[in-house]
């Protein structure tokens, strides 16, 4: 403290974990086998060591931040989306080089290449089985998360698919073509195309797979709730091998949808 530029404030710069930048430790094994948790618990311990030693900043007001050395190599474009896995294991991005990438979250490694896409990945999303993902191609691709394999390829969008979210048996998704779209994530059928928005649905959010409400965001500047699709029987043909029906929608009676505005 005598020695301090400023007595307003003090900052301690540490570098963490061992190997990185200027930092150094006798013991070689600590550069082996690094991961976030060790990195964490090291960085804990010497700061509980410095305070023990200065003692007289123990009543200051403390804060923490961080910079990550971490880096993800890989894309040989843009990087447009990222996404955990449920589970926390794993990370992926999508890119402008029509690719998603899957990463070991603790080592950072690159596990999978997704390729398939024609064009820029736009949107990522996650269920405990399956990863989804969202293209300027107008398709999206449902990749199975324990062989990581393409199993089904999503065609129905006639514009980008900018959003995704999932809730209750269900994958959404959103487009520039002003739709939002429901797909059943066992059949992987679409069961409904609603639309309620006049412009791009820009984002979709709920609370996860088991959610039972999903809201969608537009450039029309309007939000629209949606509920869980809920079938019913279809009307009485109008004419012989008709089905009557001019839209999937009018299939979902069960849907409700909230104001947008």
Not at 175 to 183: G, L, P
Not at 207 to 223: L, N, P, Q, R
């Amino acid at each position: 403290y005598n020695h301090s530029w400023n007595r307003i404030a003090n900052v301690i710069y540490v570098e963490m974990p061992s190997g990185v930048g200027y930092s150094h430790s006798r013991n070689a094994n600590k550069y082996r086998n690094v991961t976030d948790a060790a990195a964490a618990a090291d960085t804990y311990a010497f700061l509980q060591r410095w305070l023990d030693v200065f003692s007289g900043y123990k009543g200051h007001p403390f804060y923490v931040t961080g910079e990550s050395y971490g880096v993800l190599a890989g894309h040989e474009g843009g990087v447009t989306c990222c996404s955990f896995s449920p589970d926390g294991l794993r990370v992926i991005t999508g890119s402008k080089d029509k690719t998603a990438r899957v990463w070991d979250a603790a080592t950072l490694n690159c596990v999978a290449i997704f390729d398939g896409h024609q064009d820029n990945v736009r949107v990522l999303t996650a269920d405990s089985k399956h990863l989804y993902s969202g293209s300027w191609d107008k398709t999206i691709r449902v990749w199975d998360m324990r062989t990581l394999q393409c199993v089904q390829v999503l065609e129905g969008h006639v514009e980008a698919v900018l959003a995704l979210t999932v809730m209750k048996n269900h994958l959404i998704s959103g487009s520039y073509d002003t739709t939002v779209r429901f797909w059943n994530t066992e059949s992987f059928a679409c069961v409904g195309k609603f639309e309620g928005h006049e412009d791009a649905v820009r984002v979709l959010t709920s609370t996860g797979e088991d959610a039972e409400t999903v809201y969608s965001g537009s450039y029309d500047g309007s939000i629209g709730f949606w509920s869980e699709p809920i079938a019913v029987a279809p009307p009485p043909s109008t004419s012989a091998g008709g089905s009557g029906l001019s839209d999937m929608s009018d299939a979902m009676a069960g849907l409700s949808v909230g104001s947008a505005s």
